[in-house]
């Protein structure tokens, strides 16, 4: 079975430019989270999603940031435009989903450099 | 919300020698703990969880251990060997859904 798939895995871009990573779920998994994580940093979750529904963005920026996940499978994030602090490995992860936790299962993450 | 503190960040070990990770976690409705391993460049991986309504899971090399009323859990790894060196994070997810993770301990294991 296919685990979380990512791409691309490494992203080059100027400030004020905007990006998109793409990210496909183990098949199965209803909920589907995009973290961000910093250097020498755990994983920040920034947007989680049950089925095509966005269930938890409250750390999301959305001034430049935006998700989608239409029909409930695959997701893309974007950023537009972006800043040298979004410089960052951004990680997709999926999970069975409810009724209870279950283990999030990582992508291989987008290493983004903000130049 | 959920704050999950973790500790040391940095810890070195001779090979064959025991290695402990401990955290800390603000939220008692927290049920849910999972430990992740993640190598230089790659994916975090989950290598033991543990739920609330048990004190200690153990999988070969790899312990974990719970205490809900001090609200803090930790891992334990055993013999350790030059390949678990990476970085360790614990996580705990209240309600099942927003896992919150701690800032990571490196672990270097010294042949």
């Known amino acids: 079975e296919a685990g979380v798939v990512q791409s691309p895995r490494y992203k080059i871009i100027e400030k004020k430019q905007p990006v998109a990573f793409w990210c496909n779920p183990i098949?199965?998994?209803?909920?589907l989270y995009w973290y961000r994580q910093n250097l020498g940093q755990g994983p920040e979750l920034l947007i989680r999603y049950e089925n095509e529904e966005a269930v938890d963005d409250s750390q999301l920026p959305k001034d430049r940031f935006s998700a989608e996940r239409l029909k409930g499978v695959d997701s893309t994030l974007k950023i537009q435009p972006a800043e040298l602090g979004d410089s960052a490995v951004y990680l997709c992860?999926?999970?069975?989903?409810?009724?209870?936790?279950?283990?999030?299962?990582f992508g291989p993450g987008t290493r983004l450099t903000v130049l | 919300g959920e704050n999950v503190e973790q500790h040391p960040s940095t810890l070195s070990v001779q090979e064959g020698d025991s290695a402990v990770i401990k955290c800390t976690y603000s939220d008692s409705a927290s049920n849910y703990f999972p430990w992740y391993k993640q190598e230089l460049g790659k994916r975090p991986q989950l290598i033991i969880d543990?739920?609330?309504?048990?004190g200690e899971k153990k999988d070969q090399r790899i312990a974990v251990t719970l205490n809900k009323t001090a609200k803090h859990f930790s891992l334990h790894i055993t013999e350790t060997q030059p390949e678990d060196s990476a970085v360790y994070f614990c996580a705990a997810s209240p309600g099942g859904f927003k896992t919150i993770f701690g800032a990571g301990t490196r672990l270097f294991v010294k042949a």
């Open positions: 098949s199965g998994h209803n909920t």
């Open positions: 992860a999926s999970s069975l989903g409810q009724p209870r936790a279950d283990t999030q299962y």
């Open positions: 543990i739920r609330s309504n048990v």
